[in-house]
């Protein structure tokens, strides 16, 4: 039985390949039109201060003077993303305020509570900043004023920080977070530009035009020179963009009949293009017979996932085995990440001016260490999803899946060590979530989130709630004196939460689980290999 249905989205990455010079030339100057005309509209809309921009195509012509467009739909497509832009800068500074203020008044609090006196020679700054701050998240002293009085505050903070150090061996960063960065407004540099249906001929079908032509996709765009005014459909030049895929079963998906090519982001990275394009189906999400409980963690397992079998024919004994726990180990992912944090911190040494070097070497450390920082990012990335991978090969369908629902982690020091802080700093917790849900989405398994209050306290068996039941790695219940790995507790707890949400649903009133679900922590888990 389908629950619901739901369209979901993914993205595939492909190299491109224009056949010609002059197509190229075309292509080239409709990505410097388009990026022209972006950081144009943008500072029209900072300028006279709107939240959103109606009619792009008039505003470029009559007010920006741009010449016309390499495509009539291209202002339409630009509007999207320049909304979408104002729409997150809005909500960031709209929160800035709030955010600096709390990071103040914790400096403040434990100040006072250490008996240091230090930071009071920030109070003045930190006072005219928060003065300063406008009401209007579009107002051009962000980009100004803001920035500049941020920098005194980040200045001296940095001081007090050097000399609690020295004299009172006081780590602020153990007990305060990061001081938290004014927005300012993005500047567009990557040469590149957004394309729909419309610019690749698709019609009224909504969808990219593509064609495979002996085991080669090639996609279609209309594009004419900026300037051209003629409007008619003769005006435009068809360009075939071989897409290129090594991936069989990314080139079998993006020709599915069942799959829709929506969208394609063109850029240019040095010489080469890269096209990311955006495919789309719907799927049915059914009603599941498993609730997977995940609790994420960062020491020990990266995912411990617990199962919890409902209206099935599944026993307790059965279902204890130790084939239906599943764990990330955390040792292979930190082991990778600290081999390119090594050789990034090699790099980073030698640009740090203690080494000297000619003008020809401390080009060449610049270059080596933006391709490091790129491959630090790169790395975590290709793991996590190559974890998400491993762990959706191993769920039984059809099932859905609960998380819980975090936020704030990283206003929250609470680690002392530097290895456990370098972790906390190198965990791309919100990456982690993203992909696990857009991944389980398209494959047509739910997502459930469930608040995080207390599932690390409460007991699998007896449901008591004590805080001093969890200790450390362990959980040892209080009443009962259950005793387990805490991540296997949090997962379990976070699986019931997951249940007596359904059970309140319309659909799902029937749902029911054994009085001896616990029982299946007492088996072995299944160490996934990623």
Request: net charge positive; charged share 35%; aromatic share 8%.
């Amino acid at each position: 039985m389908a629950l619901q249905k739901k369209r979901v989205r993914r993205t595939i990455v492909a190299g491109v390949e224009i056949e010609s010079a002059e197509e190229e030339n075309l292509v080239t100057e409709a990505a410097k039109w388009y990026l022209q005309a972006k950081q144009k509209l943008l500072q029209y809309a900072i300028e006279k201060r709107k939240e959103r921009i109606t009619a792009p195509a008039r505003i470029l012509k009559d007010e920006l003077k741009l010449p016309e467009p390499p495509h009539s739909r291209l202002p339409d497509e630009l509007a999207q993303v320049i909304n979408g832009v104002l729409k997150a800068l809005k909500k960031r500074r709209t929160e800035y305020l709030r955010r600096f203020q709390d990071w103040w008044n914790k400096v403040v609090e434990v100040g006072n509570q250490h008996g240091l006196e230090s930071y009071r020679a920030m109070k003045p700054k930190v006072e005219a900043l928060i003065s300063s701050v406008p009401n209007n998240p579009f107002d051009p002293t962000w980009d100004s004023d803001i920035q500049k009085r941020f920098a005194e505050v980040k200045e001296i903070w940095s001081k007090i920080r050097l000399k609690d150090s020295n004299e009172r061996n006081f780590r602020w960063r153990y007990h305060v977070p990061p001081l938290v960065k004014p927005p300012k407004t993005p500047e567009f540099k990557l040469l590149g530009f957004d394309a729909g249906a419309r610019v690749s001929g698709g019609g009224k079908a909504k969808t990219l035009t593509i064609k495979s032509q002996d085991g080669e996709i090639f996609l279609r765009l209309l594009l004419r020179q900026p300037g051209v005014s003629n409007h008619g459909r003769g005006s435009y030049r068809e360009i075939w963009l071989h897409i290129i895929l090594e991936d069989e079963s990314r080139k079998a998906l993006l020709l599915s009949d069942k799959v829709q090519a929506k969208f394609i982001r063109l850029r240019r990275r040095t010489d080469k293009w890269e096209a990311h394009i955006t495919v789309e189906k719907e799927v049915s999400f059914e009603k599941p017979r498993v609730i997977y409980g995940i609790d994420i963690g960062m020491k020990d397992a990266l995912l411990f996932c617990v199962p919890i079998f409902i209206d099935s024919q599944e026993t307790t004994e059965t279902a204890s085995e130790g084939k239906k726990l599943i764990v990330v180990e955390a040792g292979q992912f930190w082991h990778r990440l600290e081999v390119e944090d090594a050789q990034w911190r090699k790099w980073q040494f030698r640009r740090s001016g203690k080494v000297k070097e000619g003008i020809k070497g401390k080009r060449m450390v610049w270059r080596i260490l933006k391709r490091r920082r790129r491959r630090r990012r790169e790395v975590t990335k290709h793991l996590i999803h190559q974890i998400v991978n491993a762990l959706i090969s191993q769920l039984q369908r059809p099932c859905a899946v609960a998380i819980e629902r975090l936020k704030g982690l990283r206003n929250k020091p609470h680690l002392t060590d530097k290895r456990s802080q370098w972790k906390f700093h190198r965990w791309a917790y919100r990456f982690l979530l993203e992909t696990l849900r857009y991944k389980l989405e398209w494959e047509g398994i739910m997502i459930i989130e469930v608040p995080p209050y207390g599932t690390s306290q409460t007991c699998p068996r007896c449901s008591h709630r004590d805080k001093r039941s969890r200790d450390g790695r362990r959980f040892r219940c209080t009443k009962c004196k259950f005793q387990h790995n805490a991540d296997a507790a949090g997962a379990f707890n976070i699986a019931m939460r997951a249940v007596e949400q359904l059970q309140s649903s319309r659909d799902l009133q029937e749902v029911s689980i054994a009085e001896s679900a616990w029982k299946i922590l007492t088996g072995k888990p299944m160490v996934l290999k990623y």
